[in-house]
């Protein structure tokens, strides 16, 4: 797959949840991340300020996520076996205040390139 939904459900602080990203290349590579808001979620209402902050973790180790902005996740790994590359991708949701209700979301778009 291409494309994958996580769902929070009722989001609450401390949750957390996970996914595998297998990355596979014939060539040496590079891994990178972007997150569109910054690593918070935001109600899409442009109107409402209202953020729920998380802590994006790549095999355990934390990232600071830029809104807009690429963060290497690898800088130059070799080429890979038919498996490919594994790396686990969790979201830790830190603790919040009271945020409007409704539905919150964050964009993150992980690219793969020849190095």
């Known amino acids: 797959a291409t494309r994958a939904t996580v769902d929070f459900g009722y ?3 401390g949750s957390v949840r996970s996914l595998d990203l ?11 991340i972007a997150s569109v808001n910054g ?9 409402d300020s209202s ?3 998380y802590e994006l973790r790549i095999n355990g180790t934390p ?3 830029p809104s807009g902005l690429s963060v290497p996740i ?15 991708l969790s ?7 009271f945020p409007t209700e409704g ?13």
């Open 51 to 53: 953020a729920i902050p």
């Open 22 to 32: 297998i990355a596979r290349s014939n060539t040496t590579y590079g891994l990178s």
């Open 63 to 65: 990232l600071t996520l």
């Open 74 to 88: 690898v800088s130059s790994r070799p080429a890979t076996t038919v498996d490919g590359d594994r790396f686990n």
């Open 103 to 115: 539905l919150y979301s964050d964009i993150l778009t992980v690219t793969i390139a020849k190095n």
């Open 91 to 97: 979201a830790l949701i830190k603790p919040f205040d």
């Open 39 to 47: 690593g918070v979620l935001r109600n899409p209402d442009p109107a």
């Open 11 to 13: 989001l609450e602080a």
